[in-house]
């Protein structure tokens, strides 16, 4: 057990379930958002080429970029205290990750998802959020976000009002913070968080979730699109930053490792440009394997590395 850390994670920690089938079909359909639909025959039996149990959510994949890359590190989840809680738990441990603050509830249900996985990396994510989706105020160690240098703050279930407090408090003590906001805060749109976007340091969305914070300025805002690359936007100025054309196996915890090894190297070099390269070629180790935690980076790239992303 560490003693004290640099970085707390805050969010979701879960047991996650790859099923590698190429039985898997994608079938366009337009009544399904994206058009897109995975698919298999009704009343078949399908065979599964690829089994693998690991543990995943975005608090505990971020930890585990920061830990792996010499930071030291804390993280604040809940989980049930069943079997599923504890083989979590002795994970996050086995990363040198900080286990102090994780709510353990007792005869609660640990968040598990199951990830139907084409051949290609494409899946679709059967979620069961348990005891993650229900945040509380009790169960953030306010203590622990102000002994720490950064805060990583991940989706609460939902929970916009704790995770704006969170924001707040991180920015009252001096504590620099980093926002990946999860579809359910986000969904009321820029106006129910511009009040503490000024307090953000980093802000981390997806090309879908764009919209809803379309305005944002005077933080960093990274905004990823998969193998498109990343838009960042720094006041005024705004970089896209491409890919290495690396070729994945799974995309899962793709966007959890590009922001952490964002922040990461940002707080290690403090070039925002550097850090988005190093951003980018963690998310591209990370899907050369199935899993969300097991490809992140052990260590800084090289520099014939990083000249392959390019910035426009």
């Known amino acids: 057990m560490l003693s004290s850390h640099e970085i707390l994670t805050i969010g979701a920690a879960t047991r996650d379930i790859f099923l590698v089938s190429d039985q898997f079909r994608s079938v366009a359909n337009k009544s399904f958002e994206g058009g897109q639909a995975e698919c298999v025959p009704l009343g078949a039996k399908i065979e599964i080429q690829n089994f693998v149990a690991t543990t995943g959510g975005g608090a505990a994949n971020a930890a585990a970029t920061f830990a792996s890359l010499g930071f030291k590190t804390a993280i604040t989840c809940r989980i049930g205290n069943d079997s599923i809680g504890r083989d979590l738990l002795e994970d996050l441990k086995q990363c040198h990750i900080d286990t102090t603050y994780v709510n353990r509830i007792t005869d609660g249900q640990t968040a598990y998802s199951t990830l139907l996985t084409m051949p290609d990396g494409e899946r679709t994510v059967l979620v069961y959020r348990g005891v993650s989706s229900k945040f509380t105020d009790t169960d953030i160690h306010w203590s622990a976000i102000r002994k720490s240098k950064w805060v990583y703050l991940t989706s609460l279930g939902g929970n916009l009002d704790l995770s704006k407090k969170i924001v707040e408090f991180a920015h009252k003590h001096q504590v620099k913070i980093a926002w990946n906001p999860g579809s ?113 980076l052990k260590e800084w790239p090289s520099e014939a590395k990083m000249k392959k992303i390019k910035i426009t």
Do not use: C, Y
């Open 184 to 296: 359910g805060e986000l969904k009321k749109g820029l106006k129910s968080i511009t009040s503490v976007l000024p307090m953000v340091d980093v802000l981390l969305v997806n090309k879908e979730e764009e919209v809803l914070v379309k305005g944002a300025r005077g933080i960093i805002t990274l905004i990823t699109d998969g193998s498109k690359g990343t838009t960042m936007i720094e006041g005024s100025r705004m970089h896209k930053f491409g890919t290495s054309g690396t070729k994945g196996i799974s995309k899962t915890g793709a966007g959890d490792a590009f922001g952490s090894g964002f922040v990461a190297a940002l707080i290690k070099f403090g070039d925002p440009q550097l850090a988005a390269k190093i951003g980018t070629i963690n998310a591209e180790s990370v899907i050369q394997h199935i899993g969300a935690k097991k490809g992140v």
